[in-house]
């Protein structure tokens, strides 16, 4: 229809340059219709006798548009507008086809026949004879690379992967020095590349092509609505957790033709389900995220599945399952417990701790003002002089409660090695509530004021030994640390029915950033219990009272709600704080990619980067495989150190990473574990509608056009509008436009029309 009004197609304007070819001035033309429009002005606005009728203000306007434009046009034609345009030499140039090969395009088109199919169709019927009449042609085939291929038969979506940046950068490095005039890509717009999201093509390669002028026309396939299906489009989940924590992993999905019903959630270790739950489906195509919380287990390296249960009618049940490799370890976490008072909170947090293999607490009670009662000791050595005053004897604990306990206790070179512990070593600190805690001790007017997750009141009497009860916030009912039973609604119910607490003490208001987790009623007062907050590396949080002891000794003889709190909370206090040394991947999960690169920052007893260790690593994976590669330091980062790795096959690996001093004979500085997991063809399952976005971006970045595949007829054709490859800018003279002749024809005839209906010819 564009081609019928305006004699060329649409790329002869989109591309073309406007020209006036004749000879007088272009400055001029302007000139004179300004000037027309003002004299036509003029004509309508002079005074007419008494028995002419007048137009009025709007009428007298449009009369005024209408013959403006008129005289515009012929003005303009007097001056011989053109355009000028690149169109690539016949028989001169080649336009190279691409056809997508991937496992996705033999998912149904819009109807029964795969997408290949209509694909290899449009080329032989709509595509290929025109343009062999004009261009040679050279076709390709892309999956995980490009290959060039001699025609469409025989071609099958077999490849496991689509990689369209890649294959769009090799394809023009190969043809650099041919007189390549058009790409065409006939694809489903899938692209599952180890480092582009699935909507990018990397500004390299959009400037390579425009660097050659080289349009790439898209031909879309598959639906871009899809029809009806659940898929899951990502699994955030922790690397690893301590043996049997309590693990929370965010969901996201969507859907298609499900709105309003029920969808079960579930997580697999292998064939056993660790835990399920029923979700209500959103609005179509509304990304939507869900928690699923569960125990990670045993200690090991662990592949788990997460899921969405198939509904009836799904076309893809591929896409209803991710994995994700994850490391559960049973290194026991050793926490210092500093309490300044006997009393009975500190032996049930001892005895809760008692039945938690991953976690020990090593403890210095203040029987009097200079004894101290140490449990948990690991020689008789620790802790003989006190609160460790060394930065290597204090980092060896991956946690700290602080309880009854006033500020003044520590040394200034203590409160230091306290703010240093959270910030460098990316420890965690629980503060309890107390007679000598928090406000009462003088912690708001210490230097570790900062460290605490709230702003203590002022005055040192607000301790109180009186009733409160529980209640967890919005926030406690999601979060793993207050985690009785799954269910967000009978949890919540649960902390309301825990028997009250027997002393509190306020601990004033959450900072920003801080999160609230467990209030407290003590009479008409609400109170925040249990406050956490991120500091520097590590964390800290408030847990305002000495009381908890109550809700093992009230409620019924087995209840494991006391327990269970404390080794959530424990673990939470210690479950990210590193070792000396961390090891690291940027994706532990490589979807049809081998390459990995393995990073590991080292660190000293002090931990401090340790510049000068040699760091090795121990690869294990399928079918046997055994590596041993050196890590080198990283040119920016002190203390890091870094290698590149390829896993050449599909599978689960585990890679142990060792740090050992330079000095003779070298020390061990520490170890890690990571787990990574490669998979190929996979990602083809996902996103499987017509990634339109992508296929748009593209064609318009690069002088291209997007075709729907039922408008192939005028391509052909419309693809000669080239400036790469073998071209001659033509010119195309528009004085005989059919669009012309309308308006020259149609703007008198309008404006009579109107006159005769206003009565005023």
Do not use: C
Not at 232 to 254: H, P, Q, Y
Not at 459 to 472: D, S
């Amino acid at each position: 229809m564009f081609q019928f009004f305006f004699k060329y197609p649409g790329p002869v304007f989109s591309r073309g340059r406007l020209v006036l070819l004749s000879a007088w001035p272009a400055w001029l033309l302007p000139v004179l219709i300004l000037a027309a429009a003002a004299f036509i002005a003029w004509l309508l606005r002079r005074p007419r006798g008494e028995a002419a009728p007048a137009l009025g203000n709007w009428r007298t306007l449009v009369v005024w548009a209408m013959q403006s434009a008129l005289v515009g046009i012929i003005l303009v034609l007097l001056w011989q507008p053109a355009m000028t345009v690149g169109e690539l030499n016949s028989q001169q140039n080649i336009i190279a086809v691409v056809l997508d090969d991937s496992r996705s395009m033999s998912l149904p088109d819009r109807g029964a026949a795969s997408r290949e199919s209509s694909a290899i169709a449009a080329l032989e019927k709509n595509i290929l004879p025109g343009l062999q009449q004009r261009f040679q042609t050279r076709m390709y085939t892309l999956g995980e690379a490009l290959t060039q291929v001699p025609s469409p038969h025989g071609i099958a979506p077999l490849e496991p992967a689509t990689h369209l940046d890649s294959g769009l950068k090799q394809l023009a490095d190969e043809t650099s020095e041919l007189p390549v005039g058009a790409v065409l890509l006939l694809t489903d717009g899938g692209q599952n590349g180890a480092e582009l999201g699935r909507s990018e093509i990397s500004p390299e390669v959009i400037q390579e092509l425009r660097n050659r002028r080289l349009p790439v026309h898209t031909v879309g396939f598959g639906n871009p609505e899809a029809g009806h299906d659940l898929e899951i489009e990502d699994v955030s989940l922790a690397s690893g957790a301590v043996a049997n924590a309590r693990v929370t992993a965010t969901i996201t999905l969507k859907q298609y033709g499900y709105l309003g019903q029920k969808a079960t959630l579930s997580v697999r270790d292998g064939e056993k389900t660790l835990a399920q739950r029923e979700v209500d489906l959103q609005p179509d195509g509304r990304l939507q995220t869900e928690p699923l919380s569960f125990s990670a287990g045993a200690a090991g390296a662990k592949r788990l599945t997460f899921g969405i249960a198939p509904l009836a009618g799904e076309e893809n049940q591929a896409n209803n399952a991710m994995t994700r490799p994850f490391l559960v370890s049973d290194a026991r976490r050793r926490i210092l417990y500093i309490e300044g008072e006997p009393r009975w909170e500190y032996k049930f947090i001892r005895r809760a701790e008692d039945g938690d293999p991953t976690v020990q607490i090593v403890s210095m009670l203040r029987t009097s003002e200079n004894k101290i009662y140490r449990q948990g000791i690991s020689s008789p050595d620790e802790l003989s002089q006190g609160f460790p005053s060394r930065a290597e004897d204090l980092f060896a604990y991956t946690g700290i409660i602080v309880g009854s306990v006033a500020a003044d206790y520590f040394t200034p070179v203590q409160q230091e090695l306290l703010r240093e512990f959270v910030d460098r070593r990316g420890g965690g600190i629980l503060f309890l509530g107390g007679s000598s805690a928090l406000s009462d001790g003088g912690w708001a007017a210490s230097s570790l004021g900062d460290l605490l997750p709230t702003f203590l009141p002022q005055g040192n009497h607000n301790f109180h030994r009186n009733a409160a009860t529980v209640e967890l916030t919005p926030a406690g009912l999601d979060s793993p640390i207050t985690r009785l039973l799954d269910d967000p609604e009978k949890n919540g119910e649960r902390w309301k029915k825990l028997a009250y607490l027997a002393d509190f003490e306020d601990p004033g208001t959450p900072k920003p950033g801080a999160t609230e987790l467990v209030d407290m009623h003590a009479g008409r007062r609400k109170l925040p219990l249990l406050v956490t907050q991120n500091y520097g590396h590590g964390r800290t949080a408030i847990l305002a009272t000495g009381g908890t002891w109550r809700w093992q000794m009230s409620e019924a003889l087995g209840d494991p709600s006391h327990d269970l709190f404390w080794q959530q909370l424990l673990r939470w206090l210690v479950g990210e704080t590193p070792g000396p040394v961390t090891a690291s991947m940027p994706a532990r999960l490589l979807q049809d990619e081998g390459r990995v690169r393995l990073i590991a920052q080292v660190r000293n007893r002090d931990f401090q980067p340790a510049a000068d260790a040699r760091v090795t690593a121990h690869i294990v994976g399928p079918a046997n495989s055994d590596s041993v590669i050196d890590l080198t330091p990283s040119p920016d980062t002190q203390g890091q150190y870094q290698a590149d790795w390829t896993a050449e096959k599909p599978g689960a690996y585990l890679a142990e990473v060792v740090a050992q001093s330079s000095g003779t004979p070298p020390q061990e500085l520490g170890r890690d574990v990571v787990t990574f997991q490669r998979e190929d063809g996979i990602a083809e399952n996902f996103h499987t509608a017509q990634n339109r976005q992508l296929l748009q971006h593209l064609s318009a970045a690069t002088g291209g056009r997007y075709w729907n595949p039922s408008d192939l007829k005028n391509l052909p054709r419309e693809i000669s509008y080239s400036d790469a490859g073998i071209s001659a800018r033509t010119t195309k003279e528009l004085w005989d436009m059919p669009i012309v002749f309308m308006l020259l024809l149609g703007l008198p005839l309008g404006e009579w029309l109107l006159r005769r209906k206003w009565g005023v010819l």
